[in-house]
Structures are given as C-alpha cells and as structure tokens.
C-alpha cells in the first residue's frame, strides 16, 4: 500500500506560480510511475502531467504544456508540479497518483494509488 498526500495548493493571482509537492510512504515507490491530474467543479478528472519511475520521460496535456514542469526526487519519494503563468481555467483540485504496475500514463485507469487532493485557485 502506498499513501499520497499533496501539499502546496492555494490562491493566486492570474500569471502567478506555484508548486505542488506529493509526498509517498509505504511500499517503495521510487519504481512508480506518478502523474498529476484534475478536477474542477462540475467536470471530470483530466490528466495534468506524468513521469517515469526514473524521470526520464514526462507526459504533459496540451493545455499546461510549457506552463507546469513535472519533476521527482526519489531520495525524498516526492514528485513536484510547477505551475508557471496560471490561468483562471487551472483553477482545480489536483491529484496526485502512482501507478504500480502500468507504467507511465495519461489514464486515470493506470494509477493504483490516489492523494486526496489539493486545492489550487487562480484568480483573474
């Protein structure tokens, strides 16, 4: 079992930054592959970002690529997300998760562990 749990949320203003920190315990998961997702009020869960269990590879959506950095410290068992140059359309709840078993990924089906999520509010 693995346990998630994201910290770094808040409000900013449009244009502003911030940076997202995903802490892991339990089984190993420096072997994980992790990513980043979404959701806002009234929508479904989208995929933000992901990266390989070594950092090598890192998967971006289309509407943060250029915006948000993916990065890992497996020493710490922590995954970061850095938003650069919010926009009000970012504003979300954001999850982290770990995927066991299917490698890196842009479905939310390939994650078997799941944070609880933090708020991240960007105003205009």
């Known amino acids: 079992q693995v346990q998630l749990v994201e910290s770094g949320g808040g409000l900013v203003q449009a244009g502003g930054s911030l940076r997202l920190s995903c802490a892991a315990s339990g089984r190993t998961s420096s072997t994980y592959a992790m990513g980043w997702f979404r959701q806002a009020p009234g929508k479904e869960r989208e995929f933000v970002s992901a990266i390989s269990w070594s950092g090598v590879s890192t998967y971006y959506a289309d509407s943060v690529k250029g915006r948000f950095t993916i990065s890992r410290d497996n020493a710490k068992n922590t995954v970061y997300l850095q938003m650069n140059s919010l926009k009000p359309e970012d504003t979300a709840l954001y999850y982290c998760?770990?995927?066991?078993?299917?490698?890196?990924?842009?479905?939310?089906?390939?994650?078997?562990?799941w944070g609880q999520g933090t708020q991240v509010t960007v105003s205009s």
């Open positions: 998760a770990a995927s066991a078993y299917s490698g890196i990924s842009y479905y939310t089906g390939a994650y078997d562990y």
